[in-house]
Structures are given as C-alpha cells and as structure tokens.
C-alpha cells in the first residue's frame, strides 16, 4: 500500500452534549473536513469503556478519538474528568502494546465548536497519515 | 471393570506444574477420584505414551483435564489430539484458561524471547550462539524439535473448551465440585467457568471497610507500605484486582494480607478483564487537572502487566503488536 | 371640636390645629417663609402674624404656631396686621434683599424700599432656620446651626468649618425658601442623591417606568434613615401607611419545577472602539444614551441637544458599533438597523439637522421594516455605506471648525470622506449580561460560539436547553428585537406550562441499572456517581441504581468492574456491535 493511498479509519467516540453536538453544528455549517472519522455517540465520554477503545483497534481502527465537553462543562458535571483519567493510563498501557500514544486521542470540544471539531478530524486524520496503519494482527492463529 | 469407569485424562502444556499439584494437593480426596475412575493418560505421573492415546478410539476419554497455555507446536498437537479423544474438555488452571503468566510473553515474540534467553541474560553462556532449531542434523540423522509460536495462546483459542477451571492453581473445593458434577452428569451449560459469577469483593472480608468515596492519590505497591490486614486495600492506595475478578477462590491471596491478582480471570459480562478494571480504577484516582491525572498515572508502573497478569492471551488485543517483518 | 370665626367664616376644626392650618382648610392664604408642613413651626419670619380676639381680649399672635381655641375670632388682613406685617417684611427686605419669596411678599404688601439700611444686597438668608430644623429634625445629623447674635446672626457649620457630621444629604438646600443654600461636592464626599447619567434618582423610588410589580423600593445605601435613623419623611407622608423601614432583604426559595432564563443582554461598551471617542467627546453618545435624550420624561423633556443645550445642526448615526466585527463581535445584533432607522425618524421630527447614516449593510428583515426603510429614505436621510473609521475633533477646513468629523469610506462612491456633524449617535451592539457565564454555570446550560446560551436545537428545540425543565426567551440566547423576544418568551412558558400540566416528568429511558445476580458490592460505582442515584445496600451487599436520580451518562456503567452495571440502550453489547459495524466494508 503506497503512503498516499492510505485512508486512515478513525474511530470516534463523542459526548451527546457537546462534542456529537459540535460535529452537528460542523455538519449544518457545511464544514468539510476529513471523512475518516467514524461516529459513535455515548451520553457522556464517562461512558467510554476502555474495552471500546481496545475493540475498535483490534477490529482495525487506525486511530481512535474520545471527545467530550470541556472541563467544568460536562453536562453531567464530572463525566469528562473521568474520561480524562482513563486516557491518561489507556494511553500509557496502549504503548505498552506497541500502540502509538498519537493514536489515541481526547479532545474538549464544545457544542459550539463546530470549527474546533473539523480541524481535530483534519488534524487527527494527518497525523495518523502520517503514521501509517496499525493494522492490527494481535495473535491470530495463523502463523 | 475398568471398562465400566470412565475414562480420564489429565494433560499439562506450558504451565509451571502447580496445576499437577494442585491434583495431588487433593490429599486423600484423590483415592475416591481415583476409585471413580480410570485414569488413561497423565504423563507427569503415570507411564502412557502418546501412541496409546492415539490408540484409543475417538471420544472414548470422558474428560481431558488441560492445563497450561498453548506455546509449541507439540502442545497444539497434543490438546488436539485429546479433543478428539475426548467427550469433554476441562481448561484447568488460569494458563488453559486466561493464558496466565506464561501468556505475559506475548508482550515479546519469538525472536526477542530467544534474543533474550540465548544471548542477553547475564547468565547465558552461549559462546557459540547456538539457538534452538526446529530441524537439526547430527550425525547424519536429522533431529526434530517442536516449534516456538510467537503468541501464547488460551486453551480455547486453539481447540473446543467445555468447561473451565479457573485459579493458579484452581483451589481443591472447585475441583471436587467439578469432578463430581461430572461423575453425576450434572453440568451446568457448555462453556462455563465453574466458579460464581460474581467478582471477589462479594466473598471478601474487607469490602464493609470500603470508604463512602474511594479517591486514590498515592498508589502504593504492597512491598512499599505495611498493609493494614482488615482494610479493602484499594482504601489502602494498593492495586487489588479483587473487583474486576471472578471469585471462588477462598480468599486465597486476601488472606495472606495480599491484593488479589486475577488469576480467576474476569466474569461472565467482562470480555477485557485488564481494560475493565483500568476504567474503575481510572475513574477512582484522585485529580481533575491533566497534569496531576499524568502525574499519578506515572507512578502505576507496568499497568498492562499488572492489569493483565493471567488474561493477556485473552484480552482484545490478546498480544503486543508484531513488528513488521521487511 | 372647636368652633372659630376666621375673616367672618365661621369654621369647625380639630382641637390642636394651628390658626394657619385652619385658614388654609378654609381656602383663606396667610403668607409666610418659615414655615414648612413637615417641620415643627418655629414662627421666625413673623410674616404669618394675624390679629386674634378672645375673651375680649384683641391681640397680635402668629398664625403657624398658635392653636385655634374655642370662640376665637382672627382677622388674617386687618389694618393693624397689615401695618405690622409690612414693618417685618421690611426689615427682612433689608437684611435679605436678594431673597426672591421676600421680594415678592414685599410686592404683594406694596413694599418698594425697605426703609432700613441694606448690609448686603445679595444675601438671600432670612434666618427662618428651616435649614436647622431639617438638619436635626429630619436627617438627624445636627450639622448645622445658628451661630453669633443679633446683626452677627448667621447659619453655619460649627467653626465655619466643613463638618465632619454632614452627610451630603443636601436636604438643608431643599428645605430652604429663598435659595440661599446651594450645595457643591468640594470634597469627593458621598452625594447621597446621585446625579445618574440617566437623571437625578431618589431614595426612594421605582426601579424603572415599566417594573413589575410598579411598586417603589428604599435604597439603603441613598436613604437618609439609614445613615442618621432619622428621616422618614416619606412614612410621614405616606398616607396609606405603606412604608415601613424595617423590613429587610430575604433569600426566598422557592420550589419550581421549570425555570425560564430571560437574563437579557448588556450593551456593546462604545469605549472598546477608541477610535470613536466615546467618552472623549460629550456628543458621541450611545443609542440608550439617545433614547433617554428623546424620551418626554427624559432629562431635556424629550427635546434632541447637544451638551452645550443647543440643537444640532447635523447628525452622525453609526451602525454595528461592536457588531459584524472580527475585533470585537462577529455576529449582527439586529436591532441596530432598526432602531437607528426610527432615531434618524425621530431627529428629522424634532430638528432641522441633516441626518447621515454609516451603515454596512441594511438589515430590514422583519414584517414592515423594508417599508419604514424606504419612507427614510425618502424623508432625506443620507445613507452611506461604509464602516467608519474614526471621530475626530481635529478640524481640517473652516467649515469643520468646532465640529465632530466622521471619516469613512464610501464604498458606494469609492472615495474616503469627512463628514463633520454636531451629534454622533453609535448603535451599540448586544452583548451577553454581566452575569451570563455565572448564569450558565448555575443551570448547567452551554453558551454558543458568540456566547449566547445554546438552545437544545437551533430548530426543533430553540427554547429548551440541555438541562431538562430550563428554557429560554429573549436576548439571553441570541441578539433578537421585540417581537421575536415576546415570540419565543410565549414558546417558552408554553413549554413550561405544558411541563406544569402533566404534572409527572418522562424520564429518558437510559439510565443504568445493576444486575442484582451479578454485583459484588464493590462499590466503586457508588464513588463515582456525581448525582448520588446509586447507593451501597449492605443486607443485600449489593449497589442500587435510585431511577428518579440517575440522569444516565453511564460513568458508573465504564466502570463497573465485573459488568454488573449496564446502561439501558448504551449496553456494552450494543456499542461492541456498533463498533463491529463500523469496519464492515
């Protein structure tokens, strides 16, 4: 597969409140920004379990982003310092499966930060471009 | 009259061998086994070679009790071959069943675990570097030796599983519940874990001492504090994967004033055990900003390590990521 | 009661009134200076003097403090009170000739000249101490007093000193008849009625013409009574006994089951564009400025002036001060156009100037508005389209001489120009209130890029917010004139009506909820939950999800560490399958 021809897939998970609420507004707005990010919407980022993020590598994300309201905003008051937490130690456990921190990511995007959202998915998707694909084989018995 | 007993088996793969003892730590529990049944193959104490395995008819073994991970091409010959032997299949022990620790070398693969064991130990002395090799001629016979995976594998993962023993090693209670719902044919679906489905905090003592909020700031390694014997010791600052783990144990390792480590592996709802207890005990550290959250996250030395002790072969990504070979 | 005869009219009144007050209750007019109905007569002008005769007796007594006794017959202008009533408006003429009330009372009597030597044409005090008594009577703070004796007599701090126990209340200069008390603030003190930029307020007052409810309000740190515990004028002459000062202020709460937040906007501080130098030049103004200026109860009786009271010759109004701008606000306030468009309306009616108006683009969009731009543009208002680059005083040609010159690019023209006007008028943008993140903070609602609250939707839900049962009207969620304000205030109370009315709440159906079977008790979720909808149930040893509480964000449903815990339509299957969903190719 030639650099260029690489299409990241990026996984994201976005907050209702604010972050699916941003993409929205990006979306009305009539932002183009990369198609590479593949939506899942949760109530809160609180509600992303680690497990989420583990299975969307392991089915073949190249990159996987958790966003949420800004901190102090959550419309549940703490759920995003909760998503922080675990972040901060999936990040460092996911290197120790030889899975780049830059691949997982935690953006604070507010509802009103349509623009904000189009340059993370812009910016996110360059990145991983630039990365290559992880192209997950994990211990499937094929050897 | 043997004819009449049923006919069982026991196997060991990569495993340390507490499993075996594990059997014979049955005490005199193993004469009414033994009296029960007829033993067909079990190389760590009785003489029967492969052959005779393979001469048995197919299905003619009651049970196989399996225990320790898959790591060789020999082991995965071996359990296949007593899966077809076999009625039934019993992953015996945390390594059939989660990996267990063997499966911890699946954050390496085959070329660094031999890098390491055959050259860069301080202990190696292996002037010649001479490495293992699947195929080797000497003396104009040609010699064969099993071959190395690079991942370790869970029982499951490379035959049919009936039933599960969870434990390193399994305790004696579970395993005479197991034998005898076998010899009663009284078994619960195919598939299961014959522990309950509950985590450990349901039978340990110390979960009523659990503060009305658990926040963790420091966190502690056991060699690093006196550990209160009575206190949850999550409430201590110490990681205790007692949560996020199947109980049936008895306390084992509580007990001894240690924190559980998961070799019961996860229950029934959990399919990631280590992610699964990372989002609980994430959310339980103490801090809000970015930089304290990293700070204290720089002080849990080794979390996949810890957090995946017996299940790394069985947890999502079930191994490091594979360098690309060029 | 008492029955009296005053100039012939026989009159029944109450025992205890004043000859002056019974004449007056008459219709019969006794002049006097020193007396004033809410302080305690003191009979030094001795204008009020009458001729009374009782029990035979005929004597010269004055009428504010004699009371009325039973028989008395006054003669309020016999020849004897007239002589003698003359003879002490002349000596008052002379010690206080430049006293306008004496003056007139002088004419009235025929006085041309008082016959006794002027000390000093311009003294104004009669030494009635009306001052005095206000001073200790009413505000309590004994600041003032008569001091030296006869042709020395004067009213005067203690020492002639300025006094330590003056409020700044002024009050002596408004009980003064002649005007011979004026005030200035020599010394940054306190001015208890403070000259607002939007009029002189009272103490005691309205909060503003269109409060709800219309009731007047005590403001504590301007009342007299709270400074002295004095005063209380205002309960004196409050005939419906309505005042009371001791109430205080109370933190009520209430109970509610929706709240509407109609917060409003502040508007776009016109110092923030230098440029334009409001606050440098007294006639660049702003529009609430200008309203005030036009409004019939405003400061000039509605009349348009310039600082110095004269009418302008020309006037400047500019539009988007502080909106449609990347340095300060990019969205369009869109009232300004509108109400830009009715000032220069109301300034062709009530002057003569010459009217031009900087505008970007005319925003008319609402029902009738393109017509009412289109009579303006007939009434010869001149547009120019342009933003304004800058106000200036510094003139350039004679005829800019003394004037305010806009320079602005015309862009229908092509050319820069200089506009010298009298008056600039900025239409001020709106901005969110002062409290608005505060606001936003408390009912947990989001603010839009501009910093408007966020509606939940900009069209299914434009008056609800995230936070069930808060909704929104007016300003407070976008720049919006009257009738979209009263618009969407209708929508909102109708959805807290509606709200009010079922009286039950529908909870969303995605809460969590933990597997009896399967919790261990752990407890961890229990730390986590910010609304405290879970609880530890020792007997059964397991944690409870209270329903009514749980708002369902799912934290607990992550965490749950043997996955006990599920979230109703977010379960961890649901989302591995959307996971798995999204890598089919």
Known sequence: ?143 | MSDQKPKVAFYWCASCGGCEEAVIDLAEDILKVVEAVDIVFWPVALDFKKSDVEAMEDGSIAVSFINGAVRLSEQEEMVKLLRRKSQLVVAFGSCAHLGGIPGLANFWDKESIFNRAYHTTPSTDNPEGVVPQEKCTIDGKELYLPSFFNTVYALDQVIDVDYYLPGCAPPRDLIMNAVQAILEGNLPPKGSVLSPNKALCEDCDRNDTKPEKLAIKDIKRPWEVILDPEVCFLAQGVICLGPATRTGCGQRCISANMPCRGCFGPTDQVIDMGAKFLAAFASILDADDESEVEKIVETIVDPAGTFYRFSLPTSILRRRKMEEKR | MIHLTIDGKKLEVEEGTTILQAAEKADIHIPTLCFHPLLEPYASCRVCIVEVEHQGKKELLTSCNTLVREGMVVETASERVLRARKLNVEMLLARAPAAEPVKKIAQELGIEKPRFEIKDPQEKCILCGLCVRACEEVVGANAISFINRGQEREVAPPFGEPSEACIGCTACAFFCPTGAITYEDLYGRQVIHEELNLGPATAIRVPIRQAVPMVPFIDEDACIHFKTGNCQLCVKVCEKEAINHDMKEEEIEIEVGSIILASGFKPFDARRIPAYGYGRFPNVITALEFERLVNASGPTGGKILLANGQEPKAVGIIHCVGSRDENYNEYCSRVCCMYSLKFAHLIREKTEADIYDFYIDMRCFGKGYEEFYHRLLHEGTKFIRGRVSEITDIPLTPEEEGKLIIRVEDTLVGTVRRIPVDMVILATGLEPSLDHNEIAHIFNISCSQDTFFLERHPKLAPVSTFSDGIFLAGTCQSPKDIPDTVAQAGAAASEALALADKGTFELEPITAEIDEKLCAGCQICVSLCPFNAITYNKEKHISEVNDALCKGCGTCVSACPSGAAQQKHFRDLQIMAEIEGLFID
Not at chain 1, 47 to 69: H, N, T, W, Y
Not at chain 1, 83 to 103: N, P, T, V, Y
């Open chain 1, 1 to 143: 597969m030639s650099q260029q021809a690489f299409e990241p897939k990026l996984v994201g998970f976005l907050c209702n409140w604010c972050s699916y609420t941003g993409a929205d507004l990006a979306g009305t707005a009539r932002m183009t920004y990369a198609p590479n990010l593949r939506i899942i919407r949760v109530m809160c980022s609180g509600r992303v379990d680690p497990q989420f993020v583990l299975k969307a590598f392991q089915e073949g994300a190249d990159g996987v982003l958790i966003s949420g309201c800004h901190p102090g905003d959550c419309h549940y008051q703490e759920g995003n310092y909760k998503a922080l937490r675990r972040h901060r130690l999936l990040s460092k456990m996911l290197e120790q499966f030889g899975i780049e921190k830059e691949r997982f990511r935690l953006e604070w995007v507010s509802a009103a930060e349509g623009a904000k959202f189009q340059k993370v998915c812009n910016e996110f998707t360059e990145q991983i471009r630039k990365l290559g694909p992880l192209s997950w084989n994990g211990g499937k018995k094929n050897e």
